[in-house]
């Protein structure tokens, strides 16, 4: 659905993107991640034609944004961080003159009606929308966005300044609208790209750091084979036996969590689980919890910003 092939871009003596390529597939949530200034806006800002690359090109279901904006721009919603809005206009109004100033050729009541149910705004189609709260103003920008259907769909921040609820209830919206759009989210919010996004590129230093998809970059780590245990008994003699144990590489106490159980994580070299399962059930001691170490999003994106692991970066695509 969108290909984009080697986008350079410079500013001055500032290089924005260095040779930047990936492809989005029909029907995929893509989350953009990166620290400011990495080169997410340049790019999404290159692929939705408001400025033009140095080098490479970009495709939207096929349509050069170069060779044929104009088509390849009909193809496109975009919401912008600031969604476009005019306050002192009612949202029938300023949906009606968007419709017009995109040239839509639809029927134009029908269209926005069945928008407006699918953002949940039909309710408020005749209020003026400065009166309306920062949730349904971030509704009518994305309802804009998605006038004449477009099949590409891209969000810059689309929760910025919403209150708990309202983040919610605006991801749910994008997981909905995914089922039937190719979407680009960018956003800070590594919890937010981790519940909505199929798959995620880290971009850094304006090159991608890392692409994957949202469940391979967020997966235990197998290498280690980490656990976190809670153990009932006397906690220097756990903590003696779980460093005995077979494989076993670093043992960290954290402490008592409960009166009289203690916990602790486990590094190893292999699966160590039903070792220290027979080694504990051999004392009067009681395993109450034992579990993986999951990787977060955040260790993932910390690690591939921070340049911690040179060879995550050689070989990013396993990530």
Do not use: W
């Amino acid at each position: 659905m969108i290909k984009v092939k080697h986008i350079s871009k410079s500013y001055v003596k500032h290089k924005a993107l260095d040779d930047v390529s990936f492809t989005i597939n029909e029907g995929e949530i893509l989350g953009f991640l990166g620290p400011n200034g990495a080169g997410k806006s340049t790019t999404m800002n290159i692929i939705t034609g408001y400025i033009s690359s140095d080098e490479g090109s970009v495709e939207i279901d096929g349509t050069d944004i170069f060779e044929d904006p104009a088509a390849a721009k009909k193809k496109i919603g975009y919401l912008p961080e600031q969604p476009p809005l005019y306050n002192d206009m009612t949202v029938q109004d300023y949906l009606e003159f968007m419709f017009r100033l995109k040239k839509i050729r639809l029927p134009m009541k029908e269209h926005i009606n069945s928008i407006c149910e699918m953002v949940k705004i039909a309710d408020v189609q005749g209020r003026v929308i400065k009166h309306l709260s920062k949730g349904y103003r971030q509704r009518i920008g994305i309802a804009q966005a998605l006038l004449g259907d477009p099949p590409v769909l891209i969000l810059d921040e689309p929760t910025v300044g919403l209150d708990p609820q309202q983040i919610i209830e605006i991801r749910r919206l994008i997981r909905d609208i995914g089922k039937t759009h190719t979407i680009i989210l960018s956003s800070h919010l590594l919890s937010e790209v981790q519940a909505v996004c199929d798959k995620i590129i880290v971009i850094n230093h304006g090159r991608i750091a890392a692409e994957g998809l949202t469940a391979e970059m967020t997966k235990t780590g197998h290498s280690t084979s980490n656990i976190e245990l809670i153990v009932e008994g006397r906690r220097q003699t756990i903590l003696s036996l779980l460093e005995k144990t077979d494989g076993v590489k670093k043992v960290t106490d954290k402490g008592e969590c409960e009166k009289g159980c203690y916990e602790f994580t486990v590094e190893s070299t292999k699966d160590i689980r039903r070792s220290i399962f027979k080694t504990i059930a051999r004392t009067d001691f009681a395993i109450l919890s034992m579990k993986p170490v999951a990787v977060s999003l955040e260790d993932t994106y910390l690690n591939i910003i921070s340049g911690k692991s040179e060879e995550d970066k050689g070989n990013v695509s396993d990530i």
